[in-house]
C-alpha cells in the first residue's frame, strides 16, 4: 500500500476508532462492583489516551514509554486500589480492543482490511506493553503498608456488613473495631454527573471510617464514640456534604432544578451484631431516595416512614403500583397529581406551579377520581393515591434495596 494513501486509510480508521471508543459506556459491561459515576470519567480518559497511544504507535512504529502510559496506569491501579479485581481491569483492555477491532472490521474496505490486518500484531504488543505494566505497577504497590492497611480495612467492613466477627478478619492491632456505628449508604445519581470523587475521598478521610464501595456507589462505616447517640457522628458526616436544599420548599422548587447527585441513607448500630440489619435500613432508604428523586440527599427513617412501608412492602407493591394506571394515557393529569401531592394537597399552591386556572385543577383531580375510582381530596384515597405514586416510581426506577 503506498505510503500517502496508507495514512488516509490510517486517518479513516482512527476516526472510526474514535466514535467506537465513544461506544464503551453502553457497549462494554460496568465494572462487577465499583460505581459506574465514580469511575466514569476516569474510564473515558483511559479510553481516549489508549486510542491515541495506539494509533500514535502504528504511524510510527515507536513503542509508547513509560512516562507515555503513566496516566493510564495510574487510573488502572486506581480501579484495583477501589477494590475491583486486577483481573477485571486488565480484562477491560481485551475486550476495548476486541470491541474496536471488530466495529473497524465491520465497515473497513479491501484497502482497510489489509491494513488492520498489518496492525494486528502492533495491537497485540499494544495491549501486552499497557497489561504489563499496569501489573507491574500493582505487585510494587500491593507492598505498600497502605495498601495492606487500606485492605484490610476493607476486608473488615465485609465482615461487619456481612455479621461476621472482624477479629477473625483482621490480624492488624493498629486497627481500632469499635462496638458501635453509624452506617452511611451512598447511592449516586445514574445522571451524568461532575466526579464524586472528591466526596468519597471527603467520607473516607473522616477519623476511623470503614469504607466499601459497590456497583451503587458505597457505605461507610462511622464509629460511635462511647456517650454519642449518633447526633454527633451524623453531624460530622453532614459537614462533609455539599450544601443542597431541604423542606417542602426545596420538594417544589426540586422541579425546576437538576437532579441530586447522591443520596445517603443513614441509620444507627449500637452493636456490631446489630450492623447487619441497620445496613440493609440505610441502603433501603438510599434507594428510595434515589428511586424517588428526593431533593434532600440525607435519607432518615423518622423522615421517611411512609415511603419506607410502602418499599417494604414487597409483592404488594407492584399491585399498588397499578392503581395508577388508567392515567398512563393522561399525562397531564398524571402531573397534576404529581403536583397535588407535593404541594400537601393545595390546590391553589398547584395551579400556580402549573400555570394553570384553579378550576382547572379541579376539574383535573376530578377526572383522576373518574379514572381511578379514588378521591384525591378524600384524606384515605388521597394516601392510597400517594402510596400508588410511591410505588409505581419504585417499580419504574428498579428499586433494589
Known amino acids: 500500500m503506498q505510503t500517502r494513501t496508507r495514512d488516509r486509510a490510517l486517518e479513516e480508521l482512527y476516526r472510526r476508532a474514535v466514535a467506537a471508543r465513544e461506544e464503551f459506556p453502553t ?16 474510564f473515558e480518559r483511559g479510553a481516549k489516551l489508549n486510542v491515541d497511544l495506539f494509533f500514535d504507535f502504528l504511524r510510527s512504529g515507536i513503542t509508547p514509554t513509560e512516562d507515555d502510559t503513566r496516566e493510564i496506569v495510574e487510573i488502572a491501579v486506581g480501579r484495583v486500589r477501589d477494590g475491583e479485581p486486577l483481573e477485571e481491569v486488565l480484562g477491560r483492555y481485551r475486550a476495548g480492543a476486541e470491541h474496536i477491532w471488530q466495529r473497524l472490521r465491520d465497515a473497513a474496505s479491501t484497502a482497510e482490511r489489509e491494513l488492520l490486518a498489518d496492525a494486528a500484531l502492533p495491537l497485540l504488543h ?26 484490610r480495612r476493607r476486608t473488615i467492613a465485609d465482615a461487619l456488613l456481612t455479621g461476621h466477627d472482624p477479629i477473625e478478619w483482621a490480624d ?7 462496638d458501635a456505628f453509624l452506617v452511611a449508604v451512598f447511592r449516586l445519581s445514574s445522571a451524568r454527573i461532575a466526579d464524586t470523587s472528591e466526596l468519597r475521598h471527603r467520607i473516607e478521610a473522616i477519623p476511623g471510617v470503614f469504607l466499601r464501595l459497590d456497583s ?31 423542606g417542602q420548599s426545596a420538594q417544589i422548587a426540586h422541579r425546576a432544578n437538576p437532579p441530586a447527585p447522591f443520596w445517603v441513607g443513614v441509620s444507627m448500630a449500637r452493636t456490631r451484631a446489630e450492623v447487619p440489619e441497620v445496613f440493609a435500613e440505610a441502603r433501603l432508604l438510599a434507594e428510595l431516595g434515589r428511586c424517588l428523586d428526593r431533593p434532600q440527599v440525607v435519607c432518615r427513617r423518622a423522615d421517611l416512614m411512609f415511603e419506607y412501608t410502602v418499599a417494604a412492602g414487597g409483592s404488594a407493591r407492584a399491585g399498588l403500583a397499578a ?11 398524571a402531573e397534576t397529581l404529581e403536583v397535588f401531592v407535593d404541594t400537601g394537597f393545595n390546590q ?35 394516601m392510597t393515591l400517594s402510596a400508588a405514586r410511591i410505588a409505581r416510581r419504585l417499580e419504574s426506577a428498579s428499586f433494589a434495596p
Do not use: C, F, K
Request: hydrophobic residues 40%; aromatic residues 4%.
Open 27 to 42: 457497549a462494554l459491561p460496568p465494572y462487577r462492583t465499583l460505581p459506574q459515576p465514580l469511575v466514569a470519567s476516569g
Open 126 to 151: 499494544y495491549v501486552t506493553v499497557v497489561t504489563t505494566r499496569i501489573a507491574t505497577a500493582y505487585v510494587q504497590r500491593v507492598h505498600d503498608p497502605r495498601w495492606e492497611l487500606l485492605e
Open 172 to 178: 492488624e492491632p493498629a486497627i481500632a473495631v469499635p
Open 216 to 246: 451503587g456507589g458505597w457505605t461507610a462505616l462511622l464509629p460511635l464514640q462511647p456517650g454519642d447517640d449518633g447526633t454527633a457522628t451524623a453531624g460530622s458526616l453532614a459537614s462533609r456534604l455539599p450544601m443542597l436544599p431541604s
Open 323 to 333: 392503581v395508577l394506571a388508567p392515567l398512563d394515557t393522561q399525562p397531564l393529569l
Open 348 to 382: 391553589l399552591a398547584t395551579a400556580r406551579l402549573l400555570n394553570i386556572h384553579r378550576n382547572t385543577v379541579t376539574y383535573r383531580l376530578a377526572r383522576v377520581h373518574e379514572l381511578t375510582g379514588l378521591d384525591p381530596h378524600r384524606p384515605t384515597d388521597a
